[in-house]
């Protein structure tokens, strides 16, 4: 079955800590992509990254890294010097095939408080 | 940058009646979604489309919904005889194709209100 997990529901922090937002996932598909989207309080739903299944690099996009391990099915996800402006909710997504296209599968999220 | 958007922002309605909830993909893509997070919950997919049809729907997706593609822009999902539990928002999404390697672009969605 494919699946994805965000076990954190919610973290709160102070302004400038490092958090980490955890994703493990489940899926038969050999291919796939990774995606995390965020969610501010606004409410709508903001592409941050793909990641696909053969690529094991980590990624940094100014203070935001990701660490894709495959040996351990986790797409972990970084924001390095916390701002008020992080605060979310944060979704990790997996594509998963089906006959003719694809959709994509969410975990339920982490609630991301940076508290100033 | 291009972004898909969605009207209304938010719709308040009787139970029973229809809505239509309406979405403008980004204009170069090929494939198009509607997604459901109920309050607090997973984003959830309904139902995706693809050369003026339906391509895939979710158990969700029952025959009370329908989706339509009714000109070259708009991208619109009916909800026959709404219920309580429809309350929820709802995501429009497009992409360029249909691969998985193809973000989908979410728009900011429309919160369903059911009374």
């Known amino acids: 079955a494919q699946k994805v997990t965000q076990a954190q529901t919610e973290i709160s922090v102070v302004e400038k800590e490092d958090v980490t937002l955890d994703c493990v996932y489940e899926?038969?598909?050999?291919?796939?992509?990774l995606f995390w989207y965020k969610q501010p309080p606004s409410g709508e739903l903001v592409f941050l990254i793909r990641r696909n299944s053969f690529d094991e690099q980590n990624e940094i996009s100014g203070r935001y890294s990701w660490n894709f391990q495959k040996s351990t099915s986790s797409f972990n996800f970084t924001i390095t010097a916390s701002q008020v402006v992080d605060s979310a909710v944060y979704f990790c997504?997996?594509?998963?095939?089906?006959?003719?296209?694809?959709?994509?599968?969410f975990g339920s999220g982490t609630r991301l408080l940076v508290r100033p | 940058e291009p972004e898909v958007t969605q009207t209304p922002s938010h719709q308040v309605t009787q139970m029973g009646q229809e809505v239509i909830l309406r979405c403008v993909p980004i204009?170069?893509?090929?494939?198009f979604y509607w997604y459901r997070q109920i309050l607090g919950q997973k984003v959830e997919f309904l139902v995706s489309?693809?050369?003026?049809?339906?391509?895939?729907k979710s158990e969700i997706f029952d025959d009370q919904f329908s989706v339509e593609r009714p000109d070259g822009s708009n991208f619109t999902l009916k909800i026959r005889s709404t219920k309580l539990e429809d309350s929820a928002m709802y995501f429009c999404?497009?992409?360029?194709?249909?691969?998985?390697?193809?973000?989908?672009?979410f728009g900011d969605g429309t919160r369903l209100s059911i009374l």
């Open positions: 489309f693809y050369n003026n049809e339906i391509s895939e």
């Open positions: 204009s170069n893509h090929l494939y």
């Open positions: 997504a997996l594509t998963h095939k089906m006959d003719s296209s694809y959709k994509l599968i």
């Open positions: 899926t038969r598909d050999t291919t796939y992509y």
């Open positions: 999404a497009s992409s360029e194709a249909g691969g998985r390697n193809q973000p989908q672009h």
